[in-house]
């Protein structure tokens, strides 16, 4: 019984993963099996939490340093194409200024993870629009 539940499970996971490869880029499975900084910063400079039109939510935080970002976290409860935008737009923010961080599109975020499926297009959206609430909230404070 153990030994063929095993089986079902292995099974359904290589199904799994065969059907993850056929949607999405080695890119964008790599970014949401390993995103980079998830997390909250202590005390950040600047705070975006913004829940897209799916219903998911991501939150960035910032540290922002003589203009330069030089830390940015993100945590979000969507789904793996989100995580991978997450860890894309933070990565992508980290070193420029708040300025060149405002001009970052969704576009370019899609561009890094070799493009999504149609229906994820509006994930690496909330990771940009995220990054820009926080922007502003660094700047308003
Ligand atoms: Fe909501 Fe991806 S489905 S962020």
Redesign the pocket.
């Known amino acids: 019984m153990t030994e063929e539940f095993d089986d079902l499970i292995n099974e359904l996971e290589a199904a799994i993963q065969k059907e993850e490869k056929e949607l999405y880029s080695e890119k964008t499975l790599e970014e949401a099996y390993n995103p980079k900084n998830v997390g909250v910063l202590e005390d950040p400079d600047g705070c975006g939490r913004i829940t897209?039109p799916?219903?998911?939510t991501?939150q960035i935080h910032l540290k922002v340093e003589g203009g330069k970002i030089v830390d940015c976290k993100f945590i979000?409860d969507?789904?793996g194409?989100?995580t991978a935008?997450g860890s894309t737009v933070t990565e992508m923010a980290k070193g420029k200024t708040v300025e060149d961080a405002l001009m970052i599109e969704a576009n370019a975020v899609l561009a890094v993870l070799d493009g999504l499926p149609e229906?994820?297009v509006?994930?690496p959206v909330?990771a940009v629009n995220t990054l820009r609430a926080a922007i502003e909230d660094y700047k308003n404070k």
């Open positions: 897209g799916c219903g998911d991501m979000t969507g789904c194409p989100s935008s229906e994820s509006h994930c909330l």
